[in-house]
């Protein structure tokens, strides 16, 4: 057995230190030792998406990611998008547009979606499609998760034009 | 899911690398994204009891273009490779080819040197990289070699290198013409059930020169002298396709799997190929 590595993050703003082995897939290691349980395991074949977080400005799937890799990185999840009382407008489109049903891949496509309008504000819906590919749903059909987010998308360029 | 224990290193330099990998020799693997070695490791299909993480090596992720000469650094990401303006109008072909590869996230961490050191007949690159004719440059023990990505490839997961040898840059000169990235594939990020590279260049309404890669028709990416040859001189009228295309079919030898038999993987990469000359010589 290997010997197990001091790890440093910082998670949703919040320095973090624990010890982990080096097998540790990311994913384990923010559900299991630091409880941030809204990133999902979904696949074993890095399909899915569900696990999907934000590390260093880079959308990951953390169920392909070993700790030691994430080492000293930043990394924003579900929980660090948004407060239940003061949704992000991701989130708030989400619900209002119906993008989910059973909520299992929902913190993927949203940490996701933060990242495609980050780097295309103005996507197309086949951008959106495309951008998103890496995301799976059983649940949706997708459609609404696509209205999701170019509603998200239009309010949140509205918001910035507003703010000129 | 649960890969088996190994000993986790982040060097910092290259000559550290080499050591780790002469002291553990076949027991030690570097990593680049991770995204085809830790799927295996999760699987257990690969065990690395020592895994050399090459993510703080200094100038591997660097894309350099001097003149006609392109060195992309082995840690370039899919990303960074979709992402760079110079590279998409030096090298268009690579930009086409990286957007049909994998996913957004797969994307953000897969390099370049792990698709083309990787040796699974499904990744795309390597036949890229034998359309382009490009240079794989290795550093190992007794120092650095190179060798032609048409010459690298021996079996599924066999190539060139030797086990304490590290791919660190790919080396090609830009191409000139017409270019094309055809794949049909069942969805996204799905391996190729067939897919063919292509560069043409154009003079005088005649082809002067095509190179013909094929990705996933064999155990190795399949360059096809023979199909390029059959354009040359040819207005790439329909009679110069159907050539180009038996001479593909002579050199390719894929094999039956979910993507389909023999017969359908031959008639796909007929129509592929079709295309993806066509769309090249659109261009040219």
């Given at each position: 057995?290997?010997?197990k590595?001091?790890?440093?993050?910082?998670v949703?703003?919040?320095?973090?230190?624990?010890?982990a082995?080096?097998?540790?897939?990311?994913?384990?290691?923010?559900?299991?030792?630091?409880?941030?349980?809204?990133?999902?395991?979904?696949?074993?074949?890095?399909?899915?998406?569900?696990?999907?977080?934000?590390?260093?400005?880079?959308?990951?799937?953390?169920?392909?990611?070993?700790?030691?890799?994430?080492?000293?990185?930043?990394?924003?999840?579900?929980?660090?998008?948004?407060?239940?009382?003061?949704?992000?407008?991701?989130?708030?489109?989400?619900?209002?547009?119906?993008?989910?049903?059973?909520?299992?891949?929902?913190?993927?496509?949203?940490?996701?979606?933060?990242?495609?309008?980050?780097?295309?504000?103005?996507?197309?819906?086949?951008?959106?499609?495309?951008?998103?590919a890496?995301?799976?749903?059983?649940?949706?059909?997708?459609?609404?998760?696509?209205?999701?987010?170019?509603?998200?998308?239009?309010?949140?360029?509205?918001?910035?034009?507003?703010a000129? | 899911?649960?890969?088996?224990?190994?000993?986790?290193?982040?060097?910092?330099?290259?000559?550290?690398?080499?050591?780790?990998?002469?002291?553990?020799?076949?027991?030690?693997?570097?990593?680049?994204?991770?995204?085809?070695?830790?799927?295996?490791?999760?699987?257990?299909?690969?065990?690395?009891?020592?895994?050399?993480?090459?993510?703080?090596?200094?100038?591997?992720?660097?894309?350099?273009?001097?003149?006609?000469?392109?060195?992309?650094?082995?840690?370039?990401?899919?990303?960074?490779?979709?992402?760079?303006?110079?590279?998409?109008?030096?090298?268009?072909?690579?930009?086409?080819?990286?957007l049909?590869?994998?996913d957004?996230?797969?994307?953000?961490?897969?390099?370049?040197?792990?698709?083309?050191?990787?040796?699974?007949?499904?990744?795309?690159?390597?036949?890229?990289?034998?359309?382009?004719?490009?240079?794989?440059?290795?550093?190992?023990?007794?120092?650095?070699?190179?060798?032609?990505?048409?010459?690298?490839?021996?079996?599924?997961?066999?190539?060139?290198?030797?086990?304490?040898?590290?791919?660190?840059?790919?080396?090609?000169q830009?191409?000139?013409?017409?270019?094309?990235?055809?794949?049909?594939?069942?969805?996204?990020?799905?391996?190729?059930?067939?897919?063919?590279?292509?560069?043409?260049?154009?003079?005088?309404?005649?082809?002067?020169?095509?190179?013909?890669?094929?990705?996933?028709?064999?155990?190795?990416?399949?360059?096809s002298?023979?199909?390029?040859?059959?354009?040359?001189g040819?207005?790439?009228?329909?009679?110069?396709?159907?050539?180009?295309?038996?001479?593909?079919?002579?050199?390719?030898?894929?094999?039956?799997?979910?993507?389909?038999?023999?017969?359908?993987?031959?008639?796909?990469?007929?129509?592929?190929?079709?295309?993806?000359?066509?769309?090249?010589?659109?261009?040219?």
């Open positions: 057995m290997s010997d590595m001091h790890i440093k993050l910082k949703n703003g919040e320095d973090k230190e624990f010890l082995e080096p097998r540790e897939l990311l994913i384990f290691a923010l559900r299991e030792k630091l409880d941030i349980t809204g990133p999902h395991v979904g696949c074993e074949t890095s399909h899915c998406g569900a696990c999907t977080v934000i590390i260093d400005g880079k959308s990951v799937k953390s169920c392909t990611m070993f700790v030691g890799q994430a080492n000293g990185s930043e990394i924003t999840t579900i929980e660090g998008i948004g407060e239940p009382d003061a949704l992000h407008v991701l989130q708030e489109s989400f619900r209002e547009h119906h993008g989910l049903q059973c909520g299992f891949c929902t913190p993927g496509m949203i940490t996701r979606a933060t990242k495609l309008l980050e780097e295309n504000p103005t996507p197309t819906e086949e951008e959106v499609r495309f951008g998103m890496g995301n799976i749903c059983r649940c949706t059909g997708y459609q609404n998760i696509v209205k999701s987010i170019l509603a998200a998308a239009s309010e949140l360029n509205a918001a910035k034009e507003a000129q | 899911m649960i890969p088996a224990a190994f000993d986790y290193y982040r060097p910092k330099t290259m000559t550290e690398v080499i050591a780790i990998l002469q002291e553990h020799g076949d027991d030690a693997r570097v990593m680049a994204g991770g995204h085809s070695l830790i799927p295996m490791m999760k699987l257990r299909m690969a065990e690395v009891p020592h895994l050399i993480d090459l993510q703080d090596i200094a100038d591997l992720a660097d894309i350099a273009i001097e003149g006609q000469k392109i060195t992309l650094g082995a840690m370039v990401t899919q990303h960074a490779l979709i992402d760079h303006t110079g590279l998409s109008s030096a090298a268009p072909i690579l930009r086409e080819a990286s049909q590869i994998a957004p996230q797969v994307r953000y961490m897969g390099t370049i040197g792990g698709n083309v050191a990787n040796g699974d007949p499904g990744n795309d690159m390597p036949g890229v990289m034998q359309c382009l004719d490009a240079q794989i440059n290795l550093v190992g023990p007794d120092g650095s070699r190179s060798v032609a990505a048409r010459d690298y490839y021996e079996a599924a997961y066999m190539t060139d290198r030797e086990d304490d040898e590290v791919l660190t840059s790919i080396s090609f830009a191409p000139t013409g017409g270019y094309a990235y055809e794949k049909q594939k069942r969805k996204i990020g799905d391996y190729a059930t067939a897919a063919a590279a292509v560069l043409i260049s154009k003079s005088d309404g005649k082809v002067a020169s095509a190179s013909i890669a094929m990705t996933n028709l064999s155990d190795v990416p399949v360059w002298e023979e199909a390029g040859a059959a354009l040359v040819t207005a790439c009228d329909a009679a110069a396709l159907e050539a180009a295309v038996a001479a593909m079919l002579g050199d390719i030898d894929p094999a039956e799997d979910n993507r389909g038999p023999v017969a359908f993987k031959r008639h796909v990469a007929g129509v592929i190929l079709k295309r993806a000359i066509s769309r090249a010589w659109d261009r040219a």
